[in-house]
T-cell receptor, first 113, second 112 residues
Framework: DQQVKQNSPSLSVQEGRISILNCDYT??????FLWYKKYPAEGPTFLIS?????DKNEDGRFTVFLNKSAKHLSLHIVPSQPGDSAVYFC????????????FGTGTRLKVLA | DVKVTQSSRYLVKRTGEKVFLECVQD?????MFWYRQDPGLGLRLIYF???????EKGDIPEGYSVSREKKERFSLILESASTNQTSMYLC???????????FGSGTQLSVL
């Protein structure tokens, strides 16, 4: 049972345009949702997070939107840059209990110059 | 900045060998985790620890064990390496009450 799903394995976007990466989840008890960026042969780096009590969080070019009724979140990157080309993972976690983070399978973003 | 250090970037081992992967974090984090990443499967949790000497199984603990004797160090042990354990292994840590998870740079393990 996959609690966090990223249904698009890959996405290509022109430089300067908006990149939208999507993530769906099934467990309404998650407290936080996070996005990570991963380059080949490196560990994931934290990008942005959002609390389950909010519907939007912004940090520079990155904005995460949370739609609780649809159990859906999205990461918007505006404007997209070639250096944004990487694999993006969404993750969900609960602060109580065992602190398990559940990750999606990732979306490979390619920003074309 | 939080630093999570994994002892090796690349490792090549033979089937049946005992393999130790070491991880050290410098931010006094309570929680530490071991994941493996495989193409198309995302990050899967092997084991985690929320305190010294405490450990809990993740989603795929078979064939692995862990050790946490000191707060800053979390070791992953492959008791008898097999070819299906060829993977990228990622260590991570987080502080109690904080949602952010910080990763090391990973160890690419090849078992031949």
């Amino acid at each position: 049972d996959q609690q966090v799903k990223q249904n698009s394995p890959s996405l290509s976007v022109q430089e300067g345009r908006i990149s939208i990466l999507n993530c769906d989840y099934t467990n309404s008890m998650f407290d936080y949702f996070l996005w990570y960026k991963k380059y080949p042969a490196e560990g994931p780096t934290f990008l942005i997070s959002i609390s389950s009590i909010k519907d939007k969080n912004e940090d520079g070019r990155f904005t995460v939107f949370l739609n609780k009724s649809a159990k859906h979140l999205s990461l918007h990157i505006v404007p997209s840059q070639p250096g944004d080309s990487a694999v993006y993972f969404c993750a969900a976690m609960q602060l109580s209990g065992t602190y398990k983070y559940i990750f999606g399978t990732g979306t490979r973003l390619k920003v074309l110059a | 900045d939080v630093k999570v250090t994994q002892s090796s970037r690349y490792l090549v081992k033979r089937t049946g060998e005992k393999v130790f992967l070491e991880c050290v974090q410098d931010m006094d984090h309570e929680n530490m985790f071991w994941y493996r990443q495989d193409p198309g499967l995302g990050l899967r949790l092997i084991y985690f620890s929320y305190d010294v000497k405490m450990k809990e199984k993740g989603d795929i603990p078979e064939g692995y064990s862990v050790s946490r004797e000191k707060k800053e160090r979390f070791s992953l042990i492959l008791e008898s390496a097999s070819t299906n354990q060829t993977s990228m292994y990622l260590c991570a840590s987080s502080a109690l009450g904080d949602e952010k998870l910080f990763f090391g740079s990973g160890t690419q393990l090849s078992v031949l």
